[in-house]
Protein backbone atom coordinates (compact mmCIF):
# COMPACT_ATOMS: atom_id res chain seq x y z
CA UNK A 1 0.00 0.00 0.00
CA UNK A 2 1.54 3.07 -1.23
CA UNK A 3 0.36 5.94 1.11
CA UNK A 4 0.76 8.88 -1.57
CA UNK A 5 -1.79 6.35 -3.69
CA UNK A 6 -4.29 6.31 -1.20
CA UNK A 7 -3.82 9.49 -0.07
CA UNK A 8 -4.52 10.90 -3.51
CA UNK A 9 -7.52 8.49 -4.26
CA UNK A 10 -8.86 9.83 -0.64
CA UNK A 11 -8.65 13.20 -1.35
CA UNK A 12 -10.41 12.66 -5.09
CA UNK A 13 -13.26 10.80 -3.54
CA UNK A 14 -13.97 12.99 -0.38
CA UNK A 15 -14.14 16.10 -2.86
CA UNK A 16 -16.14 14.24 -5.41
CA UNK A 17 -18.63 13.57 -2.77
CA UNK A 18 -18.60 17.05 -0.83
CA UNK A 19 -19.51 18.82 -4.37
CA UNK A 20 -21.64 16.27 -5.26
CA UNK A 21 -23.39 15.09 -2.30
CA UNK A 22 -22.20 15.70 0.79
CA UNK A 23 -24.76 13.84 2.73
CA UNK A 24 -22.84 10.78 1.70
CA UNK A 25 -19.82 12.19 3.07
CA UNK A 26 -21.22 10.58 6.80
CA UNK A 27 -19.76 7.10 5.82
CA UNK A 28 -16.12 8.56 6.09
CA UNK A 29 -16.75 9.52 9.95
CA UNK A 30 -17.20 7.07 12.67
CA UNK A 31 -19.07 8.35 16.13
CA UNK A 32 -15.19 8.79 17.64
CA UNK A 33 -14.52 11.18 14.70
CA UNK A 34 -13.79 15.19 15.13
CA UNK A 35 -13.76 18.14 12.92
CA UNK A 36 -12.71 21.46 13.49
CA UNK A 37 -13.73 23.86 10.86
CA UNK A 38 -13.02 27.28 11.17
CA UNK A 39 -12.13 26.86 15.02
CA UNK A 40 -15.78 25.33 15.70
CA UNK A 41 -15.54 21.70 17.20
CA UNK A 42 -17.76 19.24 15.81
CA UNK A 43 -17.90 15.52 17.13
CA UNK A 44 -19.53 12.59 15.39
CA UNK A 45 -20.38 11.50 11.78
CA UNK A 46 -23.73 12.54 12.27
CA UNK A 47 -23.02 16.04 13.94
CA UNK A 48 -20.12 16.05 11.25
CA UNK A 49 -22.47 16.12 7.90
CA UNK A 50 -24.72 17.90 9.36
CA UNK A 51 -22.32 20.89 9.65
CA UNK A 52 -21.02 20.25 5.99
CA UNK A 53 -24.83 20.16 4.99
CA UNK A 54 -25.99 22.80 6.88
CA UNK A 55 -23.25 25.32 5.06
CA UNK A 56 -24.72 28.71 3.43
CA UNK A 57 -24.30 27.58 -0.37
CA UNK A 58 -25.55 24.52 -2.07
CA UNK A 59 -23.29 24.26 -5.18
CA UNK A 60 -19.41 24.34 -5.22
CA UNK A 61 -16.53 23.48 -7.02
CA UNK A 62 -12.97 22.08 -5.47
CA UNK A 63 -10.14 22.44 -7.34
CA UNK A 64 -6.63 20.43 -5.74
CA UNK A 65 -3.47 22.32 -5.60
CA UNK A 66 -1.04 19.76 -3.54
CA UNK A 67 -1.92 17.02 -1.45
CA UNK A 68 1.02 15.82 1.32
CA UNK A 69 0.96 12.74 3.30
CA UNK A 70 2.55 11.02 6.01
CA UNK A 71 2.27 7.09 7.91
CA UNK A 72 1.40 8.30 11.26
CA UNK A 73 1.48 5.79 14.92
CA UNK A 74 1.84 2.00 14.80
CA UNK A 75 -1.82 1.82 14.17
CA UNK A 76 -0.87 2.46 10.28
CA UNK A 77 -2.92 6.02 9.96
CA UNK A 78 -1.98 8.37 8.16
CA UNK A 79 -2.27 12.40 7.73
CA UNK A 80 -3.37 14.23 4.51
CA UNK A 81 -2.79 18.18 4.52
CA UNK A 82 -4.33 19.07 1.58
CA UNK A 83 -4.40 22.67 -0.45
CA UNK A 84 -6.48 24.26 -3.23
CA UNK A 85 -9.41 26.42 -4.29
CA UNK A 86 -13.01 26.65 -3.37
CA UNK A 87 -14.96 27.96 -6.00
CA UNK A 88 -19.07 28.77 -4.58
CA UNK A 89 -21.67 29.02 -7.22
CA UNK A 90 -22.22 32.55 -8.79
CA UNK A 91 -18.73 33.79 -6.56
CA UNK A 92 -16.32 35.49 -9.11
CA UNK A 93 -13.08 34.69 -6.94
CA UNK A 94 -12.38 31.25 -5.36
CA UNK A 95 -11.68 30.61 -1.68
CA UNK A 96 -7.94 29.26 -0.75
CA UNK A 97 -8.09 26.67 1.62
CA UNK A 98 -6.06 24.17 3.69
CA UNK A 99 -7.79 20.80 5.10
CA UNK A 100 -5.50 18.04 7.19
CA UNK A 101 -7.21 14.46 7.55
CA UNK A 102 -6.01 12.28 10.24
CA UNK A 103 -6.92 9.07 8.38
CA UNK A 104 -7.38 5.79 10.69
CA UNK A 105 -7.14 2.01 8.97
CA UNK A 106 -11.43 0.16 9.39
CA UNK A 107 -10.97 -3.60 10.00
CA UNK A 108 -12.49 -4.43 6.67
CA UNK A 109 -9.17 -2.37 4.64
CA UNK A 110 -10.60 0.97 3.81
CA UNK A 111 -9.95 4.27 5.99
CA UNK A 112 -12.46 6.40 7.74
CA UNK A 113 -11.47 9.84 8.96
CA UNK A 114 -10.57 9.99 12.49
CA UNK A 115 -9.54 13.82 13.16
CA UNK A 116 -10.49 16.70 10.04
CA UNK A 117 -9.50 20.38 10.12
CA UNK A 118 -10.80 22.53 7.92
CA UNK A 119 -9.52 26.61 7.12
CA UNK A 120 -10.24 28.90 4.48
CA UNK A 121 -6.90 31.02 3.89
CA UNK A 122 -7.54 34.60 3.52
CA UNK A 123 -4.71 36.81 1.97
Known amino acids: MDPDSVAKAFVEHYY ?3 DANRGALVNLY ?3 SMLTFE ?3 IQG ?3 IVAKLTSLPFQQCQHS ?3 VDCQPSGPAGGMLVFVSGNLQLAGEQHALKFSQMFHLMPTPQGSFYVFNDIFRLNYA
Open 45 to 47: SQN
Open 64 to 66: ITT
Open 39 to 41: GQK
Open 30 to 32: QEG
Open 16 to 18: TLF
